[in-house]
């Protein structure tokens, strides 16, 4: 069974602040892991993925994420929000490649960017 | 454009009226699949459809139906729907070429049932 645990349902930090927010996971194998971004009114679409080459991630809009085996951590970070950067984020976990059923999400971490 | 549409993309109702949520996506994803989204829950897979005339329950099928006539649409149908189905519902695809993992949702269709 996999799981995902996204710690703080809001977060707020200050326009040009860094951005950072918090995903453990749980998986009996080793995980592909997920950051979707959903902007409001919106469907959820993909910010980045891991799928086993580098642990470090770059994804869209100056996102990225480390994948931390030894601390089962996949966070996201951005050096500097921005407005626009507000929006809901969830991780999500798959337990193999191309599996979307298997595909767990986290309950979403609100970021508020702050004026 | 490449997207994934749903309709209706708000709808109140009464308890025990039939609805039916309509999902199309113009990508030619094989993979389909229908998520409901509850404060504090996430995103819960209701449905999900591997290609034409196949399709499987997800976390939590009860009170839905689905069907896959045809690979772009996938219907979502409430026949007897209750209170506790009022939620943001999503549809999604993917592509088993480029990672069925990696889903393209529609804008969602916020359901109330009174």
């Known amino acids: 069974a996999q799981s995902v645990t996204q710690l703080g349902s809001h977060v707020s930090v200050s326009e040009g602040a860094l951005v950072l927010l918090r995903c453990n996971y749980s998986s009996s194998v080793p995980p592909y892991l997920f950051w979707y971004v959903q902007y409001p009114n919106q469907g959820l679409q993909l910010l980045l993925k891991?799928?086993?080459?580098?642990?470090l991630v770059k994804g869209i809009n100056g996102f990225e994420a480390e994948f931390k085996k030894s601390e089962t951590s996949f966070h996201l970070t951005k050096p500097s929000a921005h407005m626009s950067d507000a929006a809901e984020y969830f991780c999500?976990?798959?337990?193999?490649?191309?599996?979307?059923?298997?595909?767990?999400f986290g309950s979403g971490t609100q970021l508020t960017v702050l004026p | 454009e490449a997207q994934v549409t749903q309709n209706p993309r708000y709808l109140i109702t009464v308890t025990g009226k039939k609805l039916t949520v309509t999902c199309s996506q113009n990508m030619n994803h094989e993979y389909m699949s229908w998520y409901r989204q509850d404060p504090g829950l996430g995103l819960r897979q209701i449905y999900y459809s591997m290609n034409v005339e196949v399709t499987d329950k997800g976390d939590v099928p009860e009170g839905y139906k689905v069907s896959r006539k045809e690979k772009r649409n996938f219907p979502l149908i409430l026949e007897s729907p209750s209170p506790n189905q009022t939620s943001l519902y999503f549809c999604a695809s993917s592509s088993f070429r480029s990672g069925a993992n990696v889903l393209t949702f529609g804008a969602g269709s916020r359901l109330t049932v009174l």
């Open positions: 999500a976990v798959s337990d193999r490649a191309g599996s979307a059923r298997q595909l767990t």
């Open positions: 891991y799928t086993s080459a580098a642990t």
